[in-house]
Every structure is written in C-alpha cells, then in structure tokens.
C-alpha cells in the first residue's frame, strides 16, 4: 500500500520560508514523478512542482524562482523549499504521486 505523509507546514511572515516535506511508503520511489499541489480556499487545486524520476524538474510560473522540489532517494523523501514566502501562497499543500495523495499540511502566509 502506497503512502504519502506531508509535514512542515505552519504559519510565517510574508517574506518567510518554509520547507514541506513528504515521506513516500511502499512504492519504488526513485522511478516515479512526484508532485507538490495546492489548494487555497475557493479555489482549484492547482500543481506547484514536479521532480521526475531521472531528477530533472518543473515548476508553475507562480513559484519559479522561489519554490525548489527535491529528493532524498534514501530517506524516500520529497521535499518542497519555499522562500520569498507571500500571502497568496496560503493554502493547503499537497504531496502526490499518481494515483496517490496525501492528506495535506495547511501553510498560511501572514502580511
């Protein structure tokens, strides 16, 4: 059974950082994309970040610049580094791995 534990989310400053992480059981984790998603109040869930199984990686326009996807193969473990933090980056994150979700950690970005 496949499953996708989130952590570190919370609240910070606009201007903050924060670093999610996701723990990956019971899949080969190396071989398969895993995905960061989103979803603030009201509105769709939307893909923030990709790490693909060869490593390379893509982000939405939103966050490029200032949100890194990583891994760590031997921890299985992805990560998602967020700096330059901004109110409009409150909202629930979501660590995928197709068909897979986990049950999300709330970031909120005060002003």
């Known amino acids: 059974q496949v499953r996708l534990v989130e952590s570190g989310g919370g609240l910070v400053q606009a201007g903050g950082s924060l670093r999610l992480s996701c723990v990956v059981s019971?899949?080969?984790?190396?071989?398969?994309?895993m995905n960061w998603y989103r979803q603030a109040p009201g509105k769709q869930r939307e893909l923030v970040a990709t790490?693909?199984?060869?490593?390379?990686?893509t982000y939405a326009d939103s966050v490029k610049g200032r949100f890194t996807i990583s891994r760590d193969i031997a921890k299985n473990t992805v990560y998602l580094q967020m700096t330059s933090l901004k109110p409009e980056d409150t909202a629930v994150y979501y660590c995928?791995?197709?068909?897979?979700w986990g049950q999300g950690t709330q970031v909120t970005v005060s002003s």
């Open positions: 019971g899949t080969i984790f190396n071989v398969r994309a």
């Open positions: 995928n791995s197709v068909p897979f």
């Open positions: 790490i693909y199984g060869a490593g390379s990686t």
